[in-house]
């Protein structure tokens, strides 16, 4: 019965019948990791999180970064506590489908992180990207100190600046929040099945 039930409850995962949640591995928001240099010293982690339509294919997209040590993706910004899938999905929820970065900033910087962000998604479209459209599909970045804060809006001023879009940003810069933690199945959802990416350019 022990064996039959695991799978019954592996089943119903895959099908998105049942949810799970946790913080996403690591420190909590706002702090730092730390791992060990070749010299035996340390570097500590920082944490990133963005939200740029599917969440699929933007943490496909970090995930091909050097320095980027780990992602999961989930959902931040809402009023609801232990958010599923498909709560997000009601679009009652206020929810974002957002990825969230661990990364050494001795091998990429937060400004790095940011260009790959607005390059690989359209910042103009308010609830929606490509065919898929929700409030859970916004551009944001929530970060995570006010050095991050200072550095996503210096950056979307510049980005204003040069013209390279023709309508207004729309990307929402606020603060971090509670990330809940996707379900398994969605972690990584590209990778497993041979993909690179999803995004519509």
Known sequence: MKVASRFLVVALLAAGLVWCHQDVAGPKAGSQAATANKDGGSTKMEKATFGGGCFWGV???FRQLQGVTATAVGYEGGSLAHPTYRDVCSHTTGHAEVVQVEYDPRQVTYEQLLDVFWKNHDPTTRNRQGPDV???YRSVVFYHSPQQKEAAL???????????????IVTEIVPAGTFWRA???????????????CHIH
């Open 59 to 61: 943490e496909a997209t």
């Open 134 to 136: 929700g409030t859970q």
């Open 154 to 168: 210096a950056f979307k001023e510049s980005l204003t600046k040069s013209g390279k879009f023709r309508r207004p």
């Open 183 to 197: 379900e398994d199945y969605h972690q990584q959802y590209l990778e497993k099945r041979g993909l690179s990416s």
